[in-house]
Structures are given as C-alpha cells and as structure tokens.
C-alpha cells in the first residue's frame, strides 16, 4: 500500500487534490476585493502611477545568487588546496565588486 501512495502519478494527484482544498478553504476565508482596478494592495490606496522598475537591480542580485551558488558547490567539492584557496580569493573578490557595484 505504501509503494502505491509514494508513486510518482498518484502522490501527485493526492498532492492536486489536497492544494485545491486548501485553495478553495483559502477563497472562502480571503476579504472581498475593493475596487482598486482589481489590484490587490494590501488594503491600501493604489498608486496613481504604476511603478515600472528597471531590470537592473534584479540582474545584479541574480549574478550575485549564481556566483555564490556555483562558487559554493566548486568549494565544496573540491579538496583544501592552495588552488581552492585562491578560487576562494577570487571568489571573495568577485562577490564585493557585485556589492559595492
């Protein structure tokens, strides 16, 4: 009985069927909207000009995320040599150049 629980289509069905109750327990509990062009603000008033930031800061913490990811896994995996001592150097310096910009 535990191996049919656990395989993949069926723990996935169970998985669908148990996010829909909780989404529709979710839509019963969830305040009525208010007529704020059908944006939810968290209570508060909209704001007359819709805020458009640039992709900039998202591609900066993204590259920041992926060098310490990648960094971190060719650490870890490596041996404690002097090369992992200077790619860890290297790595260090690459991290404040992204934070000091």
């Not at 191996?3 to 909780?22: D, H, Q, R, T």
Request: glycine share 12%; no cysteine; proline share 7%.
């Amino acid at each position: 009985m535990k191996e049919i629980l656990l395989a993949p289509p069926v723990a996935f069905i169970a998985y669908l069927v148990f996010v829909s109750i909780l989404s529709g327990i979710g839509r019963i509990m969830a305040p009525k909207s208010s007529a704020s062009g059908g944006i939810y603000a968290g209570g508060e008033a909209s704001p007359i000009r819709p805020a458009a930031p640039g992709y900039r800061q998202f591609f900066i913490v993204a590259l920041f995320f992926a060098v310490v990811h990648l960094g971190v896994l060719v650490v870890g995996t490596s041996d404690l040599s002097p090369a992992s001592g200077i790619y860890l150097v290297g790595l260090i310096l690459a991290l404040l150049a992204l934070i000091l910009g």
